[in-house]
């Protein structure tokens, strides 16, 4: 048989139905079609968003106190958030709200939203951008956490977009700080009296002044007993078991050091330091 006959026996043999080599082409034909559809479905969401948004934890972050006691800031933040669920038909699983400046990343009520949307398989939704924070670490992490979120305000970013706007912002809320630093620098300079340093700024508000002092003192102390909990969560059990056993206080500061362990700042332990920690870990 010459090689043009078996070239068309092979043909005849490949084009028959229900061939071997035909059957395992399309197996890799839906294969490859379905791994493109994936990828697109995936890039289509990831650019435009997820029109089926659905099981959403919403977050909520006002800057201050007085903010958060009088809604200022709050109201805007809830109506934005009520249209997008009465656009897309979402069902809210919960809300939370913070009452912290925007650089700080030690945040318990998104680190509780973030928890909630995660075991619920549902989307972090806030009004603004910004409402997550102006740090770019800090939603480089949020994005790495692989729980999904949205912003209302950019409701059609992606990924990226996401992550260089949330660097201009940072830039901006950095440039706003050190132009306010210098006004008031400039200020002070001339000889211009700032804040409670002002002529007549205490006047019949005295009873006011002593009550914020005492306030200030005692949230300083609060503030200072929950640093020390966090900083040192993991050893306080281990030095008040030594203390329960009937170690001294120095013999607890000696094991702490023996193992390598220091203070926040980076010190070794002595006799008032584990003091001081086990008296603000009760």
Excluded at 24 to 34: A, D, E, I, Q
Excluded at 105 to 110: A, D, G, N, Y
Excluded at 273 to 279: A, E, K, P
């Amino acid at each position: 048989m010459d090689r043009r006959s078996r070239s068309r026996n092979v043909k005849k043999s490949t084009s028959q139905p229900g061939s071997p080599s035909i059957t395992l082409n399309l197996t890799s034909v839906k294969y490859n079609v379905t791994m493109i559809a994936g990828q697109l479905h995936r890039l289509v969401n990831d650019y435009f968003g997820d029109k089926a948004v659905q099981r959403i934890v919403t977050y909520f972050r006002v800057s201050t106190a007085k903010q958060g006691q009088s809604g200022l800031g709050l109201e805007g933040q809830q109506a934005a958030v009520d249209a997008f669920v009465a656009r897309r038909g979402c069902e809210v699983l919960a809300s939370y709200t913070e009452v912290e400046s925007g650089k700080l990343s030690v945040r318990p009520q998104l680190a509780k939203a973030l928890a909630h949307a995660k075991r619920a398989k549902a989307t972090l939704v806030v009004a603004k951008l910004d409402r997550l924070a102006r740090n770019v670490h800090f939603m480089s992490s949020l994005m790495e956490s692989r729980v999904d979120f949205l912003a209302i305000d950019l409701e059609h970013a992606n990924r990226l977009t996401i992550h260089i706007l949330s660097a201009v912002a940072e830039g901006e809320a950095k440039a706003i700080s050190d132009r306010t630093k210098a006004a008031l620098a400039a200020a002070k300079a001339r000889g211009v009296k700032l804040g409670s340093a002002r002529p007549g700024h205490w006047d019949g508000h005295e009873e006011a002044r002593r009550t914020g002092g005492l306030k200030g003192l005692e949230t300083g102390r609060a503030v200072l007993k929950k640093a020390a909990k966090e900083a040192y969560a993991d050893l306080i059990p281990e030095m008040q078991g030594l203390r329960t056993g009937g170690k001294t206080l120095q013999e607890i500061a000696d094991a702490l050091n023996s193992q390598g362990h220091t203070t926040r700042r980076g010190k070794s332990w002595n006799a008032v330091q584990v003091m001081r920690v086990l008296g603000r870990a009760t």
